[in-house]
Antibody
Framework: QLQLQESGPGLVKPSETLSLTCTVS??????????WGWIRQPPGKGLEWIGI???????FYNPSLKSRLTISVDTSKNQFSLNLNSVTAADTAVYYC????????????????WGRGTLVTVSS | QSALTQPASVSGSPGQSITISCTGTSSDIGDYNYVSWYQQHPGTAPKLVIYEISNRPPGISNRFSGSKSGNTASLTISGLQTEDEADYYCSSYRSSVTVIFGTGTKVTVL
């Protein structure tokens, strides 16, 4: 049974880089079907789509975050990662990694499997 | 990026049916069939309950159904049960290659 688990620092200082990793277990991240993504949720607020990555490194980003965002994949470790630079308090949120199951060789644009999420607080 | 519009709260008694609306634009819901719905209980990750407007993932009760008309999508929960009490979010693909979520609806079972 495929599972996803987020990991990374729970506290990041303003203007620094937020870095998270999602480890995929019970299946291969190198599937030619699935995409792998990140979603965040500020405390008490709604969900925000961050972006997705394919096993070959192809990415799709939220335009509002694109200038600060990098999502990458490491197939040797069965992991994918999120880097968000120049963070502010507005980036404080629970960050989820998830799987886009794909659709006829493309993206499905929804997530059918989620990690538990990890809270990242931006504060000095 | 403006979110899709959902009612803040919807309530119903056990056994009743409720419908949650999700209003977007011709750049998202109106032009694509990539509408999905998620259920989120407090402190847990969202769970997919509907994808591609009206399809249910394996293991999701047939009490959950989805539809779309124009720029508005809807999620109906029939035979409301206490475990259905949760937050619900819609989402849609939006042109310019992104996904947008709804504002969220808190469902209360009276």
């Amino acid at each position: 049974q495929l599972q996803l688990q987020e990991s990374g620092p729970g506290l990041v200082k303003p203007s620094e880089t937020l870095s998270l990793t999602c480890t995929v277990s019970g299946g291969s991240i190198s599937s030619r079907t699935y995409y792998w993504g990140w979603i965040r949720q500020p405390p008490g607020k709604g969900l925000e789509w961050i972006g997705i990555v394919f096993y070959n490194g192809v990415t799709f980003y939220n335009p509002s975050l694109k200038s600060r965002l990098t999502i990458s994949v490491d197939t040797s470790k069965n992991q994918f990662s999120l880097n968000l630079n120049s963070v502010t308090a507005a980036d404080t949120a629970v960050y989820y990694c998830a799987r886009d199951p794909g659709h006829y060789g493309g993206r499905a644009w929804y997530f059918d499997l989620w990690g538990r999420g990890t809270l990242v607080t931006v504060s000095s | 990026q403006s979110a899709l519009t959902q009612p803040a709260s919807v309530s119903g008694s056990p056994g009743q049916s409720i419908t949650i609306s999700c209003t977007g634009t011709s750049s998202d819901i109106g032009d694509y069939n990539y509408v999905s719905w998620y259920q989120q209980h407090p402190g847990t990750a969202p769970k997919l309950v509907i994808y591609e407007i009206s399809n249910r993932p394996p293991g999701i009760s047939n009490r959950f159904s989805g539809s779309k008309s124009g720029n508005t999508a809807s999620l109906t929960i029939s035979g409301l049960q206490t475990e259905d009490e949760a937050d619900y979010y819609c989402s849609s693909y939006r042109s310019s290659v992104t996904v947008i979520f709804g504002t969220g609806t808190k469902v209360t079972v009276l």
